[in-house]
Every structure is written in structure tokens, then in C-alpha cells.
């Protein structure tokens, strides 16, 4: 059983400014693990598991004030189109590698960004030569993010053909088109960085991201990770429970208060190992 790590130090922040999306930060993902690891299991036959689909749509209308990604507000009709048929040829090199060929999408989220900035005609056109490569017609979930603005009712009607299940109204990072289109273009898989986490880091990472939605049971990962949360993570849970933003923490549930919710992202740096404390997250 791995030993208890001190809690990282308290880090005071407004509500909204810090969002956590994976574990170990990005900061730590290298070029040497593309060959090494994301490369190889790419090529590789696929694991008994579902497979599922995110599709980074990088424009805005305008950007909002609280957003820290980098995202495209002044591109043309024609430099949309160019950057679709990109996405839509990555995805057709991923789809003739073992891991991928011949496997429906179970899950599959278009994000931002703001998908819904496209064009009815974009938003089909795009659908069916995605779907043409995986289909998605028995997926469990198809999320699709929104800003209000950009809608409208044959928009909406479209996004309801396409088999959405889910809509997230509301408002991530890319390196630069040019380098990503470039490797499209040799029909090369344009990784730059990867990562492969320890048996650890996985729990902490299923850890940080079920917390974010306000509460976890120990017991799934007493069952999974053969980890007691409790005693694991005994000086992080007390210094949340020191400044109010523990809720309850028992053999049944730990939850966060509701002023630990409202700033949920910073405080999940607690939990985060000693050597990813402290850096860049990105």
C-alpha cells in the first residue's frame, strides 16, 4: 500500500481562475513517450474497453474574459473548412491503426472552443465523414458544447440528428496549426507529448476528476486500487475540513462542502504528488 504524501501547500485563488482536466499535469508529458508508449499502443490490438472520441473545435464568436485557452475568433468561412478537413484526415489515420480500425465509438464529445460556432452545413458535412470512419450510432453518450449565442433552431435540430445526447452550454490548448497541419499533410499522427502514469497516478487522476463532481466513495477505490482513501489521503481530507470545504468524509462518502465545490480545482492540487506540486500545469 503506498504511503501517505503530505499535503501540498494551500494556494488561495478566486472561484473560476484554475480548472484541472487530467492528472499528472500536462507539463509532464515528453516526446519521448510518443515513441516509447502512445506509438506502439496505437499499433497495438485494442484493449476489451470502449472506445470514445473528443473533437477540438478551436473557434469563438469573441473570447470570454474568464477563458485562458488558446482559441481562433477572426478565422474566414474558407480557413474553418481548411482546419475541418484536417481534423477529419487525423481521424482517418487513426482509423486504419489496430487499436482504432473496425471499432464503434462508444463515447464522443465534441469540445471547444465552441463547436456549435460551425455552420449547420459544417456541423453535417463534418458528421458524416467522421462517421464514415467509426460509426457512433449505438453510442452510450454524445456530449456537444454550446455557447448560447451561436444557436439556432435548424443548428439545433442538425446537433439533434447527429445523435447528441448531451448538451454542456458554456464556453483547450492548442500547439500551433501550422506544425498540425503539416503533419496531417505527411499523413503522419501529429503527437508532440504523451504520457503514461503510474498505477498511482491513474488513481489519483480518477480521483481529482470524480471529485470535481463534488464527492467520492471510497470504497470504489478501496475495490479498484486496493487504496484506503481515508488514511491515503488523511492530511489532505483535514486541511479541506480546516477551512470549511469538507462536506463529510466517511467510510461511505467524502464529499466537499459547497464552498469546496465552487473552487474544486485548485483544491484538487492537494492530492496531487510532491513532484507535481508546484509546475505548470500545461
Not at 454524445?142 to 445523435?163: N, V
Not at 467520492?216 to 475495490?223: D, L, M
Request: contains cysteine; proline residues 6%; hydrophobic residues 40%.
Amino acid at each position: 500500500m503506498a504511503e501517505a504524501t503530505p499535503a501540498a501547500p494551500v494556494v488561495e485563488t478566486e472561484v473560476g481562475s484554475y480548472f484541472v482536466a487530467n492528472y499528472p499535469p500536462f507539463s509532464v508529458w515528453n516526446r519521448e513517450a510518443v515513441d516509447r508508449d502512445a506509438l506502439p499502443a496505437l499499433h497495438t490490438a485494442p484493449a476489451a474497453v470502449p472506445l470514445g472520441l473528443y473533437l477540438h473545435i478551436p473557434f469563438c464568436r469573441k473570447r470570454c474574459h474568464f477563458c485562458y485557452f488558446r482559441v481562433y475568433t477572426q478565422k474566414n468561412a474558407q480557413e474553418v473548412a481548411e482546419y475541418l478537413d484536417l481534423l477529419v484526415s487525423e481521424w482517418e489515420i487513426y482509423g486504419h491503426l489496430p487499436a482504432i480500425a473496425g471499432r464503434p465509438l462508444g463515447f464522443v464529445y465534441f469540445g471547444g472552443g465552441t463547436p456549435s460556432f460551425l455552420s449547420t452545413a459544417q456541423l453535417e458535412g463534418l458528421v458524416e465523414r467522421l462517421a464514415a470512419v467509426a460509426p457512433w450510432s449505438k453510442a452510450e453518450e454524445i456530449t456537444f458544447e454550446c455557447e448560447p449565442g451561436t444557436l439556432t433552431e435548424g443548428k439545433l435540430s442538425a446537433i439533434r440528428r447527429m445523435g447528441v445526447t448531451r448538451l454542456s452550454l458554456g464556453v483547450e490548448n492548442f500547439d500551433t496549426w501550422e506544425t498540425y497541419g503539416g503533419a496531417i499533410g505527411r499523413g503522419e499522427i501529429p503527437l508532440a507529448r504523451a504520457y503514461r502514469p503510474s498505477h498511482e497516478e491513474r488513481m489519483i487522476r480518477e480521483l481529482v476528476l470524480q471529485l470535481k463532481r463534488g464527492s467520492i466513495r471510497p470504497a470504489y477505490f478501496k475495490e479498484k486500487y486496493e487504496v484506503d482513501l481515508r488514511k491515503r489521503f488523511e492530511a489532505q481530507l483535514s486541511s479541506l475540513a480546516a477551512d470549511g470545504y469538507l462536506g463529510e468524509a466517511n467510510d461511505d462518502v467524502v464529499a466537499l462542502s459547497r464552498e469546496g465545490l465552487l473552487r474544486v480545482d485548485v483544491l484538487l492540487r492537494r492530492f496531487f504528488l510532491p513532484e507535481h506540486t508546484g509546475i505548470r500545469y500545461t
